[in-house]
């Protein structure tokens, strides 16, 4: 490998106790390599921690030294220990049990142990055993030559015989063409590490050739079977198949160690931006140019369906800044970085941010507004400056002429191509706002002026404009440069999206001129018709209504005063309910005051609680539109309905996704039950999954139908006497019992999650709650396949545990149930399988957490009846047991088993 030979050139030229460390160029010349490649190999040794570097240029490096202890050497700052790992993104986050694994199974004496990795096809599984190959020889558990050898078993798949040949060797005359003895590659390998990539593909005689080489390190070359031959070398391997189906079983029990990689939509936000950024940092690198990159780039890089790996959004990138640079070499351009526009993406890329963008809060947050820039050479990749002082930043005219060629060129269509208008605008308005500390003091001549524009230019077109289009504009108008006349015809054709607005642009003109006097120039003309187009609002189409409605004297119009002020906007409206105000004034004075507002086509309650949460369905009926109830109502939920609200582009559901993004409900609240029916939630992993499972049928019970009926959680975790419910305090009565377990509540039929989830389960609660006392025996439960039963299971995993955790249970739970399946030679029914994975993955995440341990009454019985079966559980939640550094309790394995038998 190159970046070998650079390394090798950096230990001759600078070994660790050497005084002068060695140049990039001096490097590439000696490792006889362009200096480019150098300095990119140099910065991955570097974040290997294979090298060291200076600090200041010329950049000077150095060899890592590895003590005679074996303790890793150290760079300029004493004490600091080097990892190969130590820069792998995810290391702390979702790599974090995948690197803990890494390096116990390369320590492990004499040798390291045997491991296999498994994740999709790019999701850097390659890369985790070069890393596992460095941690080995910085640990000094490899010396520094130590071979390290990868072979991707599917380059000879449809070949057997010549890949066995290649892998183990073979002697003069084992087959045609065989005209000297051949050592493989594990004897090239010799006390050093040979990965294997693409193991499921080798054929199940070579998998069984490797067992000698696993259990004893020895092997047969092809063609002399009878001698064996001594071979001391670590073993990795690799798969993106389901190994329990890919692999011999009596190979996939020989590796004590398999490490599972998340796919790239799994792992956090905040490591996939590290990622972007690495990519970016590497292709400025590469081209030699500083690279800059807009918010909602980023943000679209961030959000887009990656197929499930890294190695596609390094192939976007790639490709993006091919087309940048095709596109800033054909420009001539002589500035002094190049810019990387939505429009150098796949066209795939594109349309799925302009269709989502609604629904990229998280990434917006993360991101921010400034532009970033990434610089190549030696400079540490993780630092990127954002261009807060840049003149182009803080110029509209400018970054919109810089983009709107790359715009028009792309073959979107006009509606995509003025959103893509709108977002810069946005973007551009949001910085000027944020900077308003920093920015001059904005004239009030310049406030009062561009006022009487912006509002004269709405009564004309119809549309208003909120508050910050006022204030963004009078600062824009403050701080930006004035522009020369520019491409006419570009600009022409931009107008051509917002005509009418240009028109009165050019009617109205001279009231700029003359107050702020300055000269405003057809182009500037063009850009302010595009603000307008971009910020209008029409007076005439109905939007969503926010309206807060709390207990008490000024509870709700103190949140929605509070949001109206920050937002500059009117679009809030607060409705109070004094303690001595009956609850239907309340409601007669709600739709009263909505009737008043101006036109709507839907409305979202805020609400505090109790009776309130009601509302919804007589305000439907009352005005005739749609309507949807948030319950515990919260400031900041206030803020951001309203905000998404005076945006006027959103429909009702989204909207309501988009607010509970940010709400903050707390889940210890329980709400109390007076004189109403009760639903309650179990569940053997405690009250925190039941009270997800409460909060799921909340939502799945029509709104009339929630003033009655109170679904509530039960702590069967700290022994909660269930009956006893009904004496402390609970005044309503239990009409059913819902979850995983059946608590024998005596009269309380119980539904279990299988129904609920694909049954007729949720009918069954709300045929219950409307007529009290019904049973569910006999319930007939809809026919449905294996893979939508553990489907459904899965996403109830994942809503109930933490996203990324609930994900990688869920899918252990099913390698799991795979396994029992094939050591008892069975299939499960679709309603055991979802059980399974919905009680395996809590029990996994249970012991993960130190959580409580569920004792199983049956154990005895199972025992003496099925011990067969316990030990074949046993067997194979081994893996788990070895990934997650946890035992699975006898208990645990009982109630799995009592699944497999229900």
Known sequence: MRKFKVLDAVSRLAPPDAVKGATTDEIAKTANVRRQNASSDLNELWRDG???????????????????????????????????????????????????????????????????????????????????????????????????????????????????????????????????????????TEHGVLFLDEIHRLPPEGQEMLFLLMDKGEYRMLGDGAVQRKASITLLAATSEDPYSALLSTLLRRFPVVISIPELNQRPLEERLALVELFLHDEATRVGIPISVSPFVLVALLTFHATGHVGALRSAILLGCA??????????SRATSMPLYLTHLSPEIQLDYLRNHLDTLKAEQLVGVEDRLYDPGESDPSTVRRRDGSAASMDLYSELRS?????????????????????????????????????????????????????????????????????????????????????????????????????????????????????VTAEEMSFLALFLAAHRKSTHSPGIAVVVICHGDRTASSMADVANQLLGTDVVLGVDMPLDQSLDDTLQVTISRMQDSANMDGALLLVDMGSLTGFGVTIERAIGIPVAVIPLVTTAAVIEAGRLASEGDMDLPSMVKAVKQVYSMDPET???????????????????????????????????????????????????DIPGLLVEGWRGSVVAAAGTVDPHLPGVPFVGMEQILFGQGIQTLISL?????????????????????????????????????????????????????????????????????????????????????????????????????????????QPLVQSYHVEFPEGEIGYLALIILS
């Not at 489907?791 to 545990?801: D, K, M, N, Q, Y």
Request: aromatic fraction near 8%.
């Open 769 to 877: 709650a409307e007529q009290e006392g019904q049973g569910v025996d006999g319930e007939p439960i809809q026919s449905i396949g294996r893979a939508e039963a553990v489907g459904l299971a899965s996403r109830f995993v994942t809503e109930a545990i933490e996203q990324l955790d609930g994900q990688r249970f869920s899918v252990e739970a099913e390698r799991v149930l795979q396994r029992v399946e094939q050591l008892n030679r069975m299939t499960v029914t679709p309603s055991q399988a979802a059980r399974w994975i919905i009680h395996c993955s809590f029990a996994l995440e249970r012991l993960c957490q130190e959580g409580l341990v569920a004792e199983c009454n049956e154990i005895d019985f199972l025992r003496e009846n099925h011990q067969t079966l316990l030990d074949t559980i046993d067997l194979a939640v």
């Open 670 to 720: 329980a709400i109390p039950a007076v004189g109403k029916r009760v639903i309650i939630t179990t569940c053997l992993t405690g009250q925190g999954t039941a009270r997800k499972l409460a909060l799921f049928l909340t939502e799945a019970l029509p709104v009339a139908l929630r003033e009655e009926v109170i679904v509530q959680s039960v702590d069967l975790e700290s022994g909660s």
């Open 323 to 332: 087309k940048a640079f095709l596109s800033y070499i054909g420009a001539g």
């Open 403 to 519: 983009r709107m060629t790359g715009y028009l060129d792309s073959g979107l269509d006009d509606g995509e191509v003025q959103k893509l208008i709108q977002i810069d605008v946005d973007y551009y308005l949001r910085r000027l706002q944020g900077r308003k500390v920093a920015a001059p003091v904005v004239p009030t001549r310049f406030l009062e002026v561009v006022a009487d524009f912006i509002g004269e230019a709405g009564r004309q077109l119809g549309y208003t404009f909120g508050t910050e289009a006022v204030t963004g504009l009078a600062l824009h108008f403050a701080t930006a440069t004035r522009v020369d006349a520019g491409d006419q015809e570009r600009t022409f054709a931009l107008v051509a999206h917002c005509p009418r607005e240009y028109t009165v642009v050019r009617a109205l003109a001279h009231r700029l001129e003359s107050g702020l006097d300055v000269e």
């Open 50 to 188: 294979l090298v060291r570097k200076s600090v200041g240029r010329p950049v000077q490096y150095w060899a890592t030294a590895v003590g005679t202890n074996g303790a890793p050497g150290t760079d300029h700052q004493p004490g600091r220990a080097v990892s190969a790992f130590v820069e792998m993104i995810g290391r702390q986050g979702s790599l974090r049990m995948a690197v803990e694994q890494a390096q116990a199974a390369m320590l492990y004496p004499p040798r390291g142990l045997p491991t296999l990795i498994v994740g999709p096809t790019g999701s850097g599984k390659s890369h985790l055993a070069e890393m596992m190959y460095f941690y080995a020889v910085q640990s000094g558990r490899l010396r520094q030559d130590a071979p390290f050898h990868v072979f991707n078993c599917a380059d000879y798949a449809h070949n057997p015989q010549l890949l066995l040949a290649q892998l183990f060797g073979y002697v003069k005359g084992s087959f045609t063409g065989a005209t000297q003895t051949t050592p493989g590659l594990i004897a090239q």
